[in-house]
């Protein structure tokens, strides 16, 4: 075959405090990491996934391209995430109805749920077919971000040279990277804990089925250490990093720092699973089976142990290469396994493009 209809394209995260670009390749069955890289967003450039300074971000879109690791990028075609921030992902029970009266039933639905007009929303809906589905109603993906969101996304991309072949809502990337097969039998709850912010996923069968933003973040654990033992930012990270949720070390200092905002994620954790478990979520008698750690923050030396203990649910850390590494694989990827899990998104993003978007 000399020609492709599918162009090859890199998955493409952008976040406030930083650009990860992620191109994966296939050699028969077999995927591999081709190029990656990161680059570091100074503040003011994106906040809480507004772009303020656009010449500044299109700028380092270009630098984060040219500097990657592995192959030089060649192609212009990219998988771009969008940010959390007024986003609206659910999956919504409709009648059995025509499929040409669905569009109108989730216009309904967006106008009932949303408070912004529909003429300033983008939105996309996929049918989702799944064991669980009941023969009486329709199992419905929404997706919708305002245009005013989007619309700067669109231009800084363009004008970085580049051309976007979809946007994606971060938490849907993220889940691709994380759950083998993209199928899970027991729903199972992604925490992305990340630098600035904490994003909650539910998945269950083949779909995310609700994503909400949490109130804890990295940044926020290492003032808590800064403050408690009066030491600065850097030297608070490290004792973050080394010692961690360690109680026999540093007099229980830095885990005495980190419990109460600790234990309010608990708390918001708690508050999800029973609202999966009595809301028309959970129809498919899925309990929450497992909850899955990614981002920076998932590096925080005992959180799956906290977290596990408290929650009463089996916690560990994502494998953002389950649906991209053969396990008899000899050859590692350059990309450290702790690094990789601040690239959950970016590589989501990447294995939508190596299946054609």
Not at 111 to 127: G, T
Not at 274 to 292: D, F, T, W
Not at 312 to 335: C, F, M, R, T
């Amino acid at each position: 075959m000399l020609f492709s209809s599918k162009p090859q394209s890199f998955g493409l995260d952008l976040s406030d405090l930083s650009i990860k670009i992620a191109l994966l390749k296939k050699t028969g069955e077999h995927i591999e990491l081709a190029s990656f890289g990161r680059q570091d967003v100074p503040e003011n450039v994106i906040e809480g996934g507004v772009i303020k300074k656009e010449a500044d971000l299109i700028s380092l879109i270009r630098k984060t391209v040219e500097d990657v690791k592995g192959q030089k990028i060649n192609t212009k075609f990219c998988i771009v995430s969008l940010p959390e921030t007024d986003s609206y992902i659910r999956v919504v029970q409709l009648p059995r109805i025509k499929k040409e009266e669905i569009p109108e039933a989730i216009k309904w639905e967006l106008e009932a749920n949303i408070p912004v007009p529909l003429d300033e929303l983008y939105f996309d809906w996929q049918e989702i077919l799944r064991p669980s589905s009941k023969d009486s109603h329709l199992d419905i993906l929404i997706g919708a971000l305002p245009k005013t969101l989007v619309d700067p996304y669109l231009s800084v991309i363009k004008k970085a040279d580049l051309n976007p072949l979809a946007f994606e809502i971060e938490s849907v990337a993220t889940a691709r990277a994380l759950i083998k097969d993209e199928i899970s039998a027991d729903a199972t709850m992604i925490i992305d804990l990340g630098a600035k912010k904490t994003t909650l996923v539910i998945y269950a069968d083949n779909t995310v089925l609700f994503t909400t933003g949490l109130p804890v973040s990295n940044n926020e654990l290492t003032s808590d250490i800064a403050k408690l033992l009066r030491v600065d930012k850097q030297k608070a990270w490290d004792l973050k990093v080394n010692v961690g949720l360690d109680e026999s070390q540093e007099n229980d200092k830095v885990y005495r720092a980190m419990e109460p905002r600790l234990l309010e994620l608990v708390a918001e954790i708690n508050k999800y699973i029973e609202y999966y478990q009595v809301s028309k979520l959970g129809h498919a008698k899925q309990n929450i089976g497992k909850i899955l750690l990614c981002g920076g923050g998932a590096n925080l030396k005992g959180l799956p142990a906290f977290l596990s203990a408290r929650l009463k649910i089996g916690v560990s850390i994502g494998n953002p290469w389950v649906n991209i590494l053969d396990p008899s694989a000899e050859e590692l990827p350059q990309i450290t396994f702790d690094d990789s899990l601040s690239y959950a998104t970016a590589l989501g993003l990447a294995l939508r493009g190596l299946k054609g978007s």
